[in-house]
């Protein structure tokens, strides 16, 4: 019985890059001598069109990891030949979800795999755009729009005291008046003038 920290081992291989016109029945055949250590297998045939070819794909699980390795070593690399002499090395690697449909009960026989819950949920998974994070400009723009809606929501709370020291901090600012004394220096000492000695010249 394996640990509570141990992971399961992975089972399930997918093979890409098989011909488009490779049949499902032809795909059995080039691995038949492994079949009977495969549980479940799925295919998924390919597509040419005028703009672009679409390579088939196969899922195949396997009951113990060994099998898992014996078929890695034979089949990784197997090249298939179409009818126009045209080679397609396959390429094999672990499926990003391992899970396989659970076993159908006889109610379920008529449900098919493109309905199975699981199999839907892997579709959506592997079809899902990835997501960046936004931009640092993004995030700061929404951070300044959600202070500017909690001000709005719980605007700045005074008191007394407060108001008070508020009061006391806008005098201290502003200019202090002069006293009377301090004004008649100045203005005296603004309109004295220095008087010039007067020269006066004998007459000759």
């Not at 141990?6 to 011909?19: F, N, Q, V, W």
């Not at 492994?34 to 390579?55: N, S």
């Amino acid at each position: 019985m394996s640990g509570k920290g141990e992971s399961k081992p992975k089972l399930k291989l997918i093979i890409r890059y098989l011909p488009y016109c490779l049949t499902e029945q032809e795909f059995l055949k080039s691995i038949a001598s492994f079949m009977d250590t495969i549980d479940y297998y799925y295919y998924v045939v390919g597509k040419k069109t005028l703009q672009k070819e679409r390579e088939s794909l196969a899922y195949v699980h396997f009951t113990h990891p060994s099998h898992v390795l014996n078929f890695y070593h034979a089949f990784d690399g197997h090249a298939f030949v179409d009818q126009r002499g045209k080679e397609y090395k396959c390429s094999i690697e672990y499926a990003p979800y391992q899970k396989i449909p659970r076993k159908q009960t006889h109610s379920e026989s008529k449900v098919t795999l493109e309905e199975d819950a699981d199999y839907l949920k892997f579709v959506d998974q592997i079809n899902k755009p990835p997501e960046f994070l936004p931009s640092a400009e993004v995030q700061y723009e929404e951070k300044k729009k959600k202070e500017e809606k909690e001000k709005a929501i719980n605007p700045t709370k005074t008191t007394p005291i407060l108001e008070e020291l508020k009061s006391k901090a806008q005098n201290q600012l502003k200019p202090k008046p002069r006293s009377t004394a301090q004004k008649r220096i100045n203005n005296t000492g603004r309109n004295t003038k220095k008087m010039q000695p007067i020269v006066r010249i004998a007459d000759k």
